[in-house]
């Protein structure tokens, strides 16, 4: 009778431990630097708290290891069970192999477009099925020191003959016009971006990056005469290939360096007393019968077809797309939400969606536009040029020859 007894007790402390047992989520991110990682994991808690059910387990990686890492894990197995990723063209490249969930059921019925703008749709879906959840979008714009643009009575410029001109006044009073680190490449292409933006408009960008249109295009090649005026003067910091984004970041932020062309995340890894003293201008203007065209590069998550816990996966994700998790991570970060009922978080974020709001159009960025193997010769090219301006051609030939082998046209 005894041993019946603690049969039956330890069924029954198996069944209540199986009770305790919370499911799991893994979810790998990139989001390395304290203040974004900082906001993901105040989400991941309150997700818990309301789901006590679930457990998420947040792997963080650099965000260039990241990049490379994430090519071996969607193919596993027993992949993650949600990643952090980019939208457009990076996105569609791992759901053209079958390699994402499809989201659909995470919206429910009233779908997609109850949550987010219309207009992020095609940046999110692969053959009319959607395989990317938009978490927060930004702006890029030139990032200045408003202190020495008043010392030195810059008003911010609006032309490209300005802007020259602004940058040569900050050379003859010793600072550095322009600060980049292009260690890790996707710097220079911001300045590839906006200059074919500003040169050739926003069709011809866009047909450049799907493989359309030749690198040894007269066009194209228009818009690196722009860039050289830019790296003949010395108008970039030197060895800038030395420098990841944020190294180069500390020049700005000490005073050395007056302008910066980067992205709203900047203000992540600006200390608390320069803040105040950053301001941003979008691009300036070379052909203004183009229109102004903006760089809104969208981040958001991503389910792995080979999801261990793909019903948990889910979930999570419906908590990430609704209004009180995406204006809880805009406000953390001054971000401007995906969520279309989420307002600007701050004064600056309203500025950006400002000038968003008045361009005429917007594109992802160069490496989330275009094939990520053609993404990588072009940027390889970029950081080349700007160090080695006189091999142009030599640079633009080899581009071309990489289109033709990638897009076989």
Same mark, same amino acid.
């Given at each position: 009778?005894?041993?019946?007894?603690?049969?039956?007790?330890?069924?029954?402390?198996?069944?209540?431990?199986?009770?305790?047992?919370?499911?799991?989520?893994?979810?790998?991110?990139?989001?390395?630097?304290?203040?974004?990682?900082?906001?993901?994991?105040?989400?991941?808690?309150?997700?818990?708290?309301?789901?006590?059910?679930?457990?998420?387990?947040?792997?963080?990686?650099?965000?260039?290891?990241?990049?490379?890492?994430?090519?071996?894990?969607?193919?596993?197995?027993?992949?993650?069970?949600?990643?952090?990723?980019?939208?457009?063209?990076?996105?569609?490249?791992?759901?053209?192999?079958?390699?994402?969930?499809?989201?659909?059921?995470?919206?429910?019925?009233? *779908?997609?477009?109850? &949550?987010?703008?219309?207009?992020? =749709?095609?940046?999110? @879906? +692969?053959? /009319?099925?959607?395989?990317?959840?938009?978490?927060?979008?930004?702006?890029?714009?030139?990032?200045?020191?408003?202190?020495?643009?008043?010392?030195?009575?810059?008003?911010?410029?609006?032309?490209?003959?300005?802007?020259?001109?602004?940058?040569?006044?900050?050379?003859?009073?010793?600072?550095?016009?322009?600060?980049?680190?292009?260690?890790?490449?996707?710097?220079?292409?911001?300045?590839?971006?906006?200059?074919?933006?500003?040169?050739?408009?926003?069709?011809?960008?866009?047909?450049?990056?799907? *493989?359309?249109?030749? &690198?040894?295009?007269?066009?194209? =090649?228009?818009?690196? @005469? +722009?860039? /050289?005026?830019?790296?003949?003067?010395?108008?970039?910091?030197?060895?800038?290939?030395?420098?990841?984004?944020?190294?180069?970041?500390?020049?700005?932020?000490?005073?050395?360096?007056?302008?910066?062309?980067?992205?709203?995340?900047?203000?992540?890894?600006?200390?608390?007393?320069?803040?105040?003293?950053?301001?941003?201008?979008?691009?300036?203007?070379?052909?203004?019968?183009?229109?102004?065209?903006?760089?809104?590069?969208?981040?958001?998550?991503?389910?792995?077809?080979?999801?261990?816990?793909?019903?948990?996966?889910?979930?999570?994700?419906?908590?990430?797309?609704?209004?009180?998790?995406?204006?809880?991570?805009?406000?953390?970060?001054?971000?401007?939400?995906?969520?279309?009922?989420?307002?600007?978080?701050?004064?600056?974020?309203?500025?950006?969606?400002?000038?968003?709001?008045?361009?005429?159009?917007?594109?992802?960025?160069?490496?989330?536009?275009?094939?990520?193997?053609?993404?990588?010769?072009?940027?390889?090219?970029?950081?080349?040029?700007?160090?080695?301006?006189?091999?142009?051609?030599?640079?633009?030939?080899?581009?071309?020859?990489?289109?033709?082998?990638?897009?076989?046209?």
């Amino acid at each position: 009778m005894r041993k019946v007894t603690l049969v039956v007790l330890g069924i029954v402390l198996l069944l209540g431990f199986a009770g305790l047992a919370k499911q799991t989520i893994v979810l790998n991110s990139y989001m390395s630097d304290p203040a974004p990682k900082a906001a993901l994991e105040q989400l991941v808690q309150n997700f818990e708290a309301a789901n006590p059910d679930y457990s998420v387990v947040v792997n963080t990686f650099a965000h260039e290891d990241f990049k490379t890492l994430l090519r071996t894990w969607l193919p596993m197995e027993k992949a993650p069970d949600v990643v952090t990723w980019f939208a457009g063209e990076r996105m569609r490249y791992f759901a053209s192999q079958g390699l994402l969930e499809p989201l659909s059921t995470v919206f429910g019925e009233d *779908g997609f477009t109850s &949550y987010f703008p219309s207009s992020f =749709k095609s940046s999110c @879906e +692969y053959g /009319g099925e959607t395989y990317f959840l938009p978490q927060s979008w930004y702006w890029w714009g030139v990032y200045y020191r408003k202190s020495i643009f008043q010392s030195l009575g810059i008003q911010v410029p609006v032309t490209w003959a300005q802007f020259l001109n602004a940058c040569d006044k900050i050379k003859s009073a010793s600072y550095i016009p322009i600060t980049i680190g292009t260690k890790y490449l996707w710097t220079a292409a911001g300045w590839f971006d906006y200059l074919d933006l500003r040169v050739n408009g926003f069709s011809f960008h866009m047909d450049l990056t799907a *493989g359309k249109i030749p &690198y040894t295009d007269p066009r194209v =090649k228009k818009v690196f @005469e +722009y860039w /050289g005026q830019l790296v003949a003067k010395d108008y970039f910091i030197k060895d800038h290939a030395a420098y990841s984004w944020q190294e180069a970041a500390n020049y700005l932020f000490t005073g050395k360096a007056a302008m910066y062309l980067m992205g709203q995340f900047i203000f992540d890894a600006a200390p608390e007393a320069v803040k105040s003293d950053l301001g941003f201008f979008r691009v300036p203007v070379i052909d203004g019968s183009l229109g102004l065209y903006e760089e809104t590069p969208i981040d958001g998550f991503m389910i792995p077809a080979n999801a261990t816990n793909k019903d948990g996966a889910k979930l999570f994700l419906k908590y990430i797309a609704s209004k009180e998790a995406q204006e809880s991570f805009a406000v953390q970060l001054g971000r401007l939400a995906a969520n279309k009922d989420v307002a600007p978080p701050d004064v600056q974020a309203q500025q950006g969606l400002d000038m968003i709001l008045a361009s005429d159009g917007v594109s992802q960025f160069y490496d989330r536009d275009t094939n990520p193997e053609m993404a990588t010769a072009g940027m390889n090219g970029f950081v080349e040029f700007m160090m080695y301006p006189d091999r142009l051609d030599s640079i633009l030939q080899q581009l071309e020859n990489k289109r033709l082998e990638i897009f076989g046209k």
